[in-house]
């Protein structure tokens, strides 16, 4: 079964950055594309960015310019460096594992293949 691990989240200043980690225990479906949602209120997750097997990345329109995604093939591993940090970008991160359609809302930890536990961001003003 894959298991996501997160690691890296913490409380930041605004304008700050931070770097989150994601392990892949192993690939279940070898098309299986990485990404990362954030939860805020309430119990809808938010796509922040996603990066498919041949590196092509997806950023959400309030994250563009600030926030990168990468993947480590030979670790089995995916990060999202968050620079200049906002107050709205505290949230839990999760990593997600999908072959599918990564919606731009969905259901927190249902919905798609694999969810890691979740890794706390919070942005102070």
């Known amino acids: 079964e894959m298991e996501l691990t997160e690691s890296g989240g913490g409380s930041v200043q605004a304008g700050g950055s931070l770097r989150l980690s994601c392990t892949v225990s192993?690939?279940?479906?070898?098309?299986?594309?990485l990404g990362w949602y954030r939860r805020g209120p309430g119990n809808e997750c938010e796509l922040v960015s996603s990066i498919s097997r041949d590196d092509e990345a997806f950023y959400a329109d309030s994250v563009k310019g600030r926030f990168t995604i990468s993947q480590d093939y030979a670790n089995n591993a995916v990060y999202l460096h968050m620079s200049s940090l906002k107050p709205e970008d505290t949230g839990v991160y999760y990593c997600?594992?999908?072959?599918?359609?990564?919606?731009?809302?969905?259901?927190?930890?249902?919905?798609?293949?694999?969810w890691g536990q979740g890794t706390l961001v919070t942005v102070s003003s």
């Open positions: 192993e690939f279940t479906w070898d098309d299986s594309d």
């Open positions: 997600v594992a999908d072959r599918g359609e990564w919606l731009p809302f969905t259901t927190c930890v249902v919905g798609m293949d694999a």
